[in-house]
């Protein structure tokens, strides 16, 4: 797909991981929609380096575990642009809880999780359909985590929100085929994050250990993966770990 004048949605673009993708699809010529929970400084830092990069964004507010909040997004959308063309949920939320340790893991923080990491892209999937699928059908690219497919993350409770989006992009591309190609992007350990700094520390040591590239994932090669899928016609309900290579999710 050429990606001049499209118009994509980022959730969670004020993050360093989101960041990087929404300027990855605003070099390409997207107009840009940067969504934020409550970080509308960062917001702003990714709307202006686009600006200054010559592209186009705007920053729009989203709680996605509200579902009322998901829809006036994407009637926002519809409003301002008329069109969307490409859908990618990479807001997510974490917390340090290491496996073994279950009585931590809440009912509060485990409903939280699950809210924002899988049940938000599924009902944002379902909002923005009939926009994806207008002029020539477009794309949704979640992004998971390699956490989701071998058992080891921040925590139980993420890994298995993380698995449940890797198959949602699975059912999601089954349902809304043959217009909306649905694809995904499992990270690994991303330095210098947010998400990385609530990981407990012998997860993130382990992570180092196993990666058989010397070197971890890095956010400039899930944007450009998450170029890979858009650009694509013939692509969907795929998988892409990028991790630096770790054993545990080559499958």
């Known amino acids: 797909m050429d990606l001049q ?9 004020s993050g360093d991981i989101g960041s990087a993708i929404a300027k990855a699809l605003a070099a390409e010529g997207c107009q840009v929609v940067v969504t934020y ?43 301002l642009h ?3 063309d490409v859908l990618v949920n990479n807001a997510a939320w974490n917390i340090g809880i290491p496996f073994p340790q279950l009585e931590e893991l809440t009912p509060e923080i485990w409903d939280r999780v699950l809210e924002t990491n899988l049940r938000a892209p599924f009902l ?25 497919i071998s058992p080891g993350s921040s925590s139980i409770a993420y890994s298995s929100s993380k698995a449940g989006l890797n198959h949602l ?5 089954v349902a809304m085929a043959p217009e909306v190609q649905v694809n995904c992007v ?3 350990l991303v330095e210098e994050t947010r998400m990385a700094r609530r990981l407990p520390e012998q997860v993130a040591a382990g992570a180092r250990a196993q990666a058989v590239l010397g070197k971890v994932g890095q ?4 944007a450009g ?13 795929q998988i892409m770990v990028v991790d630096g290579g770790m054993p545990g999710a080559m499958r």
């Open 5 to 13: 004048d499209k118009v994509a949605l980022v959730t969670g673009a």
């Open 37 to 79: 929970v409550g970080a509308a400084e960062a917001a702003d830092a990714t709307v202006d380096a686009i600006s200054r990069a010559g592209g186009r964004a705007v920053k729009q507010q989203l709680d996605q575990r509200d579902p009322d909040a998901i829809e006036a997004a994407i009637d926002a959308v519809a409003q």
């Open 82 to 84: 008329g069109r969307l």
């Open 124 to 148: 944002l999937a379902r909002a923005a359909s009939d926009l994806l699928k207008a002029d020539g059908g477009g794309h949704i690219v979640n992004i998971s985590s390699a956490g989701g």
């Open 169 to 173: 992009t699975r059912c999601l591309a």
């Open 186 to 188: 499992a990270p690994g």
């Open 219 to 222: 956010a400039e090669d899930i």
């Open 225 to 237: 993966q998450v170029l890979t899928f858009v650009r694509s016609t013939s692509i969907s309900g």
